[in-house]
């Protein structure tokens, strides 16, 4: 049974503060994403990695980073919180030609 | 890159009666499209997906169909249920297992 967690089901911070949001898998999938939800948005794809220390950018890059050190663990950093990014987070995984698994997601709040 | 339309919004339908939800692709080399349904307070989970080599798939009660010349695809859902009801998503990537680009969701509602 594929298990994809979240550090975080509720975080809050302040606006300048640097967030970290973790995302664990535990069945060995090379392919991470990371993703955020807003009401009447859908799913916005903001960063992916096909491998360890390999990034791509998606669609709403700006203000986001992201770290692969290991192939289970993919991180997405905030490095100065706004209230813009007071958002649901979810991050997926996938071996290739398979589906996405998601993580039950991290509602942000920045005040 | 990417774009997916996806219509209607919301949805309304009586129990036992049938729900469509279609969506078009931009992109001509995007060659999976899967379904998520997303239950109130919880993650999505994948219903169904259809790859551009099959024009139509079924699992039940859950058909997907895919006109790839016209690049819309959709989803049909028969004899609704009150547990049916959700936020769908349609999504489409290069190929499974890649980055998707996500429609913005249909919230549908069942009622009995």
């Known amino acids: 049974d594929v298990k994809v967690t979240q550090s975080s089901r509720y975080l809050v911070k302040r606006t300048g503060e640097k967030v970290f949001l973790e995302c664990v898998q535990d069945m060995d999938h090379e392919n991470m994403f990371w993703y955020r939800q807003d009401p009447g948005l859908g799913l916005r794809l903001i960063y992916f990695?096909?491998?360890?220390?390999?990034?791509e950018k998606g669609d709403i890059p700006e203000g986001y980073s992201v770290s692969r050190e290991k192939k289970e663990r993919f991180s997405l950093i905030l490095e100065s919180a706004s209230t813009n990014q007071t958002s649901m987070y979810l991050c997926a995984s996938s071996l290739l030609a398979r589906e996405q698994f998601f993580g039950p997601g991290t509602r942000l709040t920045v005040l | 890159g990417e774009n997916v339309e996806q219509h209607p919004s919301t949805l309304s339908v009586q129990e036992g009666d049938s729900a469509v939800i279609k969506c078009t692709y931009s992109?001509?080399?995007?060659?999976?499209f899967p379904w998520y349904k997303q239950e109130l307070g919880k993650r999505p989970q994948l219903i169904i997906d259809i790859r551009s080599n099959v024009g139509e798939k079924k699992d039940q009660r859950i058909a997907v169909t895919l006109n790839k010349t016209a690049k819309h695809f959709s989803l049909h859902i028969t004899e609704t249920q009150p547990e049916d009801s959700a936020v769908y998503f349609c999504?489409?990537?290069?190929?499974?297992?890649?980055?998707?680009?996500f429609g913005k969701g249909t919230t549908l509602s069942v009622s009995s």
């Open positions: 992109d001509s080399a995007s060659n999976y």
């Open positions: 990695s096909y491998d360890v220390k390999m990034k």
């Open positions: 999504a489409a990537s290069g190929q499974a297992g890649t980055a998707l680009i």
